[in-house]
């Protein structure tokens, strides 16, 4: 039980750091107007700061634990990390994209539509896409997915970092 309070506390502030750090570069990012041409970037600094934190947090869990660590307890770290986060900056993007700079996905749907245009694509092509593009960029299918893409990453890079760190008692011997 007591390794249980453990791992919510870390699983708990370790998220909440990530989860301010996605919100801090996103608005770094758009403070600058960097966002919509160099977006990509942000989203490699976030994916950077994702694997330091969540190998960080299962250190410290593993630290706590007077250095015993079991894989298990690893992917429940590191998951529960990448949920925290994923919560906090699927709200942020939310509140983002509806209130303080709606007209942002239409800002995106211009840059893709310019991209489409110059690497050839027919009309139909653009149109197909751009139909495509709205669908998928709606709440319903962003916000399940952002989580899910989360943890998704949060569960390889846990399970990455907890092959490596785990050791159990029984080891020891």
Known sequence: MEN????????????????IIGVFIHLAFYATGTLIKFGWLS??????????????GIKKFKTDNSGFLTFGQALKIGV??????AVITTIYTLVFTNVIEPDFQAQMMEVQK???IDS???DEQIEASEAMSK??????????????VS???????????????KKTEEEQY
């Open 151 to 165: 943890a998704f990453f949060g569960f390889i890079i846990s399970a990455i970092g907890g092959a490596i760190m």
């Open 114 to 116: 310019q991209t489409w």
């Open 4 to 19: 249980q309070a453990k791992s919510k506390n870390i699983i708990l502030n370790y998220g909440l750091y990530l989860g």
């Open 80 to 85: 529960g990390i990448a949920l925290i986060s």
């Open 135 to 148: 669908k998928f960029s709606s709440p319903i299918i962003t916000v399940p997915l952002s989580i899910v």
């Open 43 to 56: 989203g490699i600094i976030g994916f950077i700061a994702m694997i330091v934190l969540i190998i960080l």
């Open 120 to 122: 050839g694509m027919t």
